[in-house]
């Protein structure tokens, strides 16, 4: 198994351009989840989903957009990039809600900076 | 809304030192409580976890954590530090909600040095 992957590794973006951050796990886990994290800071949930067709906002949702249409990929777009939208973008899965099942299994990051 | 502490946001050990990371978090209900290490260029991976049960849970390369659901704290340990723990620690907590999808609330993280 690959685990979590994610492309690209990283990026530069010029504002108001829009990219889509690529998610990909084969684990065959129906949930999925987007954190960034900023220096100096945990991460932060965007959004999450907990299976194909459906998603959720997360703690700091605004300036970005996802879709499931798969139980394997869970892409993330920037519309229209920021400055305040460099980070380091972390996408997760977790199999289930059974206890024992909650633990998150990370991908190697995408580093986006906005300039 | 949940929040997740860590006392410290840099630690520098130096070898075969004992090592306590604190962790505080202040959601009230049921929790599952979990430990992230990042080492230097690599994405996040889990040192260990808690659900349930016994409150000291051991984890990988001689971690260990202890769940005391009074002082609503999870703190990491380590006998004897090495040079390859040079890392940042990640405290993260889960509400166990019996069927929801919650994310993880983390704290910001220790940045830990371990001097040769």
């Known amino acids: 198994n690959a685990g979590v992957t994610q492309t690209p590794k990283f990026r530069i973006l010029k504002i108001g351009q829009s990219m889509t951050l690529q998610c990909t796990q084969d684990?065959?886990?129906?949930?999925m989840y987007w954190y960034r994290q900023d220096p100096g800071m945990g991460l932060k949930l965007i959004y999450y989903?907990?299976?194909?067709?459906?998603?959720d906002k997360g703690e700091v949702p605004n300036g970005y957009n996802v879709s499931r249409s798969t139980t394997e990929d869970f892409p993330l777009r920037l519309e229209l990039a920021a400055p305040s939208q460099t980070s380091v973008y972390f996408c997760?899965?977790?199999?289930?809600?059974?206890?024992?099942?909650?633990?998150?299994?990370f991908g190697p990051g995408t580093r986006l900076l906005v300039l | 809304a949940q929040s997740v502490s860590q006392h410290n946001h840099h630690v520098i050990l130096s070898e075969a030192a004992s090592l306590e990371l604190g962790c505080n978090y202040s959601?009230?209900?049921?929790?599952?409580l979990f430990w992230y290490v990042q080492y230097p260029g690599q994405h996040l991976q889990l040192l260990l976890k808690?659900?349930?049960?016994?409150?000291l849970v051991k984890g990988i390369k001689g971690f260990e954590a202890e769940f005391i659901k009074s002082k609503f704290s999870f703190n990491l340990r380590k006998p004897s530090v090495q040079w390859s723990d040079t890392a940042e620690y990640f405290c993260?907590?889960?509400?166990?909600?019996?069927?929801?999808?919650?994310?993880?609330?983390f704290g910001k993280g220790t940045h830990l040095i371990i001097q040769p």
């Open positions: 997760a899965s977790r199999a289930g809600v059974g206890r024992g099942e909650e633990t998150q299994y």
């Open positions: 959601y009230g209900g049921t929790v599952n």
């Open positions: 684990m065959n886990h129906n949930y």
């Open positions: 808690y659900f349930s049960g016994d409150p």
């Open positions: 989903s907990v299976g194909a067709g459906i998603t």
């Open positions: 993260a907590v889960m509400k166990y909600s019996g069927g929801g999808a919650d994310g993880l609330t």
